[in-house]
């Protein structure tokens, strides 16, 4: 027996357990939350035995191998060594000094399974922000809840059946249901890794947060909006909610539950975000992250934009730059780029990291050319998104599902022309095809362009002009088989 190997392999298992998760359905190595890595059969092999069999047992799983491959034993252990050797630097990001990593062109490995997972457990929400995507409050009494039980219930299929290692509670608000404690700590007993995606209003509380920790809660991602109180308040439609969130970063840090804040960039606080990042910097956070409007419920509602309250004429002054004309409050796919890497440049310049989470065109802005990652549009792909009555939507900026867990298996609504339609980017825009970016970025959000109305940003970026039969196809596959349009979308 090798005792240094054994050794090795235990503590480093020991200590990466909650990190690392194998699936060898489409023999993936994730990185809790949603950074994956694909493995050849012997390593799958080698790592699902590791990290799922308990007590560690090198021996046991050289000889079996060694075996099964009549490989000599010195061998399996030079190439286990290797292997976790190699992750150990992947997880230090130093992925390309690993002896058993090998880097393959993009797209030439098949995810059959997502990666993350969501349930909006309620569309009610003790806030009522401007821009809301699922148009929180109002919605809450619309649309039904699920029960505890239907909710564990969904829990199970999502890691039976759609083998996802990770879950996000949402909303609406997730805090106001009752039964979130009993939910989060039934996730961490099948394994999940749990996190929160809240406003903080609860969280202001100590007593919630250590609920929320006493259930196993891993992390959370808080909203907000400005670091001037005036500015944030008057986003999220609460007088009362800047300092309760502030709290509820600082509530849920000193509770040990990995905590970050999370913007949307918009009109009203684009000149307030670097002053923002200061604030968060004070705040001594690692890392932060934003996004744009999704251009769906409360943010197609011009009544809501408005400046109504008792400050209107000095809060007017501070979120509009007077010597534009504020139409809306969405920054378009043409401005979001530039404004994008000074924030990051900021960010960096403060000690932290900036995250970006929006897909854009690429022919615009390229974020993966930036280090900012490649994002696209994880509609029934990499994220299976569940709203408060077991629908699955393609993402939760939709208003209609395609199936619902409660009733359906999950392999049913996953293999549905439907959500083939979403899974395949059949939605990208037909001026897209044949551009040579066009796999990284499929074309950006699919709600855009519903609401924009027409691709005429993209148009003089891309390399060739649909012809009209195209688009005509385009339309018809994008009204009968994708179907489901954004919350508030005619």
Not at 397 to 409: H, V
């Amino acid at each position: 027996m090798n005792e240094r190997l054994q050794q090795f392999a235990e503590s480093f298992v020991a200590s990466t357990r909650e990190y690392i998760f194998i699936r060898p359905e489409d023999r993936l190595l994730i990185l809790r939350p949603n950074k994956v890595h694909h493995l050849n059969a012997t390593a799958t092999e080698m790592l699902h035995a590791l990290y799922t069999k308990e007590p560690v047992d090198v021996d046991a799983l050289v000889r079996d191998l060694a075996t099964r491959y009549k490989t000599p034993p010195e061998q399996i252990e030079h190439d286990l060594e290797t292997l976790l050797d190699s992750v150990r630097l992947m997880l230090q990001n130093k992925s390309g000094l690993g002896a058993a990593v090998k880097r393959t062109p993009f797209g030439t490995h098949e995810i059959k399974f997502p990666v993350l997972s969501e349930i909006a457990l309620t569309y009610r929400c003790n806030n009522k922000c401007t821009f809301c995507y699922a148009s929180a409050p109002e919605r809450g009494p619309i649309v039904g809840e699920m029960t505890t039980d239907e909710v564990k219930h969904v829990i199970d299929k999502i890691v039976d059946q759609a083998k996802v290692p990770t879950i996000s509670f949402t909303g609406g608000e997730p805090t106001l249901r009752r039964d979130l404690f009993d939910l989060i700590a039934y996730a961490r007993s099948r394994k999940m890794r749990a996190n929160l995606i809240t406003n903080g209003l609860r969280c202001a509380e100590p007593e919630f947060v250590a609920k929320l920790k006493d259930a196993g809660l891993n992390s959370a991602q808080v909203s907000l909006e400005a670091a001037d109180a005036d500015v944030h308040n008057q986003i999220v439609g609460n007088p009362r909610a800047f300092e309760k969130t502030v709290q509820a970063v600082k509530n849920l840090k000193a509770a040990g539950i990995h905590t970050h804040t999370n913007t949307t960039i918009n009109r009203y606080n684009r000149n307030h975000l670097h002053a923002l990042i200061d604030f968060l910097a004070d705040l001594g956070q690692e890392y932060l992250s934003m996004n744009m409007v999704i251009r769906t419920g409360d943010a197609l509602n011009n009544d809501k934009l408005q400046i109504t309250n008792d400050k209107s004429q000095a809060l007017t002054t501070k979120i509009q730059n007077p010597k534009s004309k504020v139409e809306n409050m969405e920054i378009g796919y043409q401005e979001i780029g530039e404004l994008v890497l000074s924030l990051k440049k900021h960010t960096e310049s403060r000690g932290m990291r900036f995250v970006w989470y929006s897909p854009v065109p690429y022919c615009l802005f390229n974020p993966a050319q930036y280090g900012l990652g490649s994002q696209s549009c994880a509609a029934a792909d990499g994220l299976l998104s569940i709203n408060p009555s077991g629908d699955v939507l393609p993402c939760s900026s939709f208003e209609q599902g395609i199936g619902n867990l409660l009733r359906e298996d999950f392999q049913t609504i996953w293999n549905t022309r439907t959500a083939k339609y979403w899974r395949k980017k059949e939605f990208m825009p037909p001026d897209c095809r044949g551009c040579e970016l066009a796999n990284l970025c499929c074309g950006a959000c699919p709600l855009y362009w519903d609401q924009v109305g027409s691709f005429a940003e993209i148009q003089n970026a891309t390399p060739r002009h649909a012809s009209t039969l195209e688009k005509a196809i385009w339309d018809a596959k994008r009204r009968w088989i994708g179907q489901a349009k954004g919350v508030g979308m005619p």
